[in-house]
């Protein structure tokens, strides 16, 4: 368990959500794979979008963090629908709609922590 913080600790199970060919979500698998956790993968185009644990990932994290407004999906949105997306509400519509315009890889710890993104050094602060 080289690299772990604490390594008398067993390694925590974390869950990673999102889209497979998605590079910043190999990059957080990698990483991860790398440090001996045990992780499960969700993905969104296969298993949707867990409509339950949305709810914890917005008190966690905040619609502004968790709606890609930079990405692909979000562009090509009509002006009105880009224009109605302002809070938890019309949020969840959206990403239920459109699972890609979520910002990936939203990562659950083993803790219950909800991460959103890749950064080697935040997720090195969770292990």
Same mark, same amino acid.
């Not at 999102?18 to 440090?35: F, H, M, S, Y």
């Not at 709810?55 to 009105?80: C, F, H, Q, S, Y």
């Not at 019309?90 to 993104?117: C, E, F, H, N, Y």
């Given at each position: 368990?080289? #690299?772990?913080?604490?390594? =008398?600790?067993?390694? !925590?199970?974390?869950?990673? &959500? %999102?889209?497979?060919?998605?590079?910043?979500?190999?990059?957080?698998? =990698?990483?991860?794979?790398? !440090? *001996?956790?045990?992780?499960?993968?969700?993905? &969104?185009?296969? !298993? +949707?979008?867990?409509?339950?644990?949305?709810?914890?990932?917005?008190?966690?994290? +905040?619609?502004? =963090?968790?709606?890609?407004?930079? #990405?692909?999906?979000?562009?090509?949105?009509?002006?009105?629908?880009?224009?109605?997306?302002?809070?938890? *509400? @019309?949020?969840?519509?959206?990403?239920? *709609? !459109?699972? @890609?315009?979520?910002?990936?890889?939203?990562?659950?710890? +083993?803790? #219950? =922590?909800?991460?959103? %993104?890749?950064? *080697?050094?935040? &997720?090195? +602060?969770?292990?």
């Amino acid at each position: 368990m080289a #690299g772990m913080k604490n390594p =008398t600790h067993l390694p !925590q199970k974390v869950t990673v &959500f %999102g889209i497979p060919n998605c590079d910043t979500v190999k990059k957080a698998r =990698t990483w991860l794979a790398e !440090q *001996a956790l045990e992780v499960t993968f969700h993905d &969104f185009k296969k !298993q +949707g979008v867990p409509a339950d644990l949305l709810p914890g990932w917005l008190a966690a994290v +905040g619609w502004p =963090t968790l709606v890609n407004r930079k #990405g692909t999906t979000w562009r090509k949105l009509d002006e009105p629908t880009r224009l109605a997306v302002m809070d938890d *509400a @019309s949020a969840t519509a959206l990403m239920l *709609a !459109q699972p @890609s315009v979520i910002k990936r890889p939203v990562v659950v710890w +083993g803790d #219950g =922590t909800v991460t959103v %993104g890749f950064d *080697a050094e935040v &997720f090195a +602060g969770r292990i």
